[in-house]
């Protein structure tokens, strides 16, 4: 087996792996735990480090930790907590991704979809846009290391539009007084639409010139 098959089927072993964790490890234990710590800022601290770590394998939304940190921390503390965590979880999907690399079928295909995109927008202003629009964290993580993003624009394009997602889901868990799944909630459609039409405005300069390039 080739290198590159060995990577591709590296990919897919993971991409079982997660599915499964996904199915199987659910947040209450997890919500119980951090319920538990939250008096204790510092053994709080470790164990966000380990959840940010581990959030991708278990397909845990960013906003759902963000909530625990806010709630353990408050939002002047756990915003700046909280966006630094969801940006280097956010790096590990993204280094998967790169070290699987572009191949033949579907994998292929989506690495050249997204590197015509990021080639039309550029990496940055591409980055922010794709953290803006209200799609999930990982697989555009993924995306853009299957397109060959650079890694400081992929950082600093998912920490400037993981803003007011963070920022929300901090402030949602600040407000709480008791942690508990139901009120991990922290998305409004107010902010669905406003950040949707932020990314809109963004992408609405280069989509306008790649179809008059193609005029």
């Given at each position: 087996?080739?290198?590159?098959?060995?990577?591709?089927?590296?990919?897919?072993?993971?991409?079982?792996?997660?599915?499964?964790?996904?199915?199987?490890?659910?947040?209450?234990?997890?919500?119980?735990?951090?319920?538990?710590?939250?008096?204790?800022?510092?053994?709080?601290?470790?164990?966000?480090?380990?959840?940010?770590?581990?959030?991708?394998?278990?397909?845990?939304?960013?906003?759902?930790?963000?909530?625990?940190?806010?709630?353990?921390?408050?939002?002047?503390?756990?915003?700046?907590?909280a966006?630094?965590?969801?940006?280097?979880?956010?790096?590990?999907?993204?280094?998967?991704?790169?070290?699987?690399?572009?191949?033949?079928?579907?994998?292929?295909?989506?690495?050249?979809?997204?590197?015509?995109?990021?080639?039309?927008?550029?990496?940055?202003?591409?980055?922010?846009?794709?953290?803006?629009?209200?799609?999930?964290?990982?697989?555009?993580?993924?995306?853009?290391?299957?397109?060959?993003?650079?890694t400081?624009?992929?950082?600093?394009?998912?920490?400037?539009?993981?803003?007011?997602?963070?920022?929300?889901?901090?402030?949602?868990?600040?407000?709480?007084?008791?942690?508990?799944t139901?009120?991990?909630?922290?998305?409004?459609?107010?902010?669905?639409?406003?950040?949707?039409?932020?990314?809109?405005?963004?992408?609405?300069?280069?989509?306008?010139?790649?179809?008059?390039?193609?005029?």
């Amino acid at each position: 087996m080739t290198g590159f098959a060995r990577r591709q089927a590296a990919g897919l072993a993971l991409l079982g792996v997660v599915a499964a964790a996904s199915l199987l490890a659910g947040p209450e234990p997890l919500v119980r735990l951090a319920r538990d710590l939250a008096d204790r800022p510092a053994v709080f601290g470790g164990l966000l480090v380990g959840v940010y770590l581990v959030r991708p394998l278990f397909a845990w939304p960013t906003s759902f930790v963000a909530v625990l940190v806010g709630f353990a921390y408050g939002p002047v503390v756990g915003f700046p907590v909280a966006l630094a965590g969801t940006t280097a979880s956010a790096c590990l999907p993204f280094l998967a991704a790169r070290y699987v690399g572009e191949g033949s079928g579907l994998v292929g295909r989506l690495g050249d979809s997204g590197e015509r995109f990021f080639a039309a927008t550029g990496d940055l202003r591409g980055m922010v846009a794709s953290r803006l629009a209200p799609a999930p964290s990982d697989p555009v993580s993924a995306a853009a290391g299957l397109s060959g993003v650079r890694t400081r624009a992929f950082v600093v394009g998912t920490a400037v539009g993981e803003i007011p997602w963070t920022l929300a889901a901090v402030l949602a868990g600040g407000s709480l007084t008791r942690l508990s799944t139901g009120g991990l909630s922290a998305v409004g459609w107010e902010l669905l639409v406003a950040a949707g039409a932020l990314a809109v405005a963004l992408l609405a300069g280069p989509a306008y010139r790649a179809m008059s390039a193609r005029r």
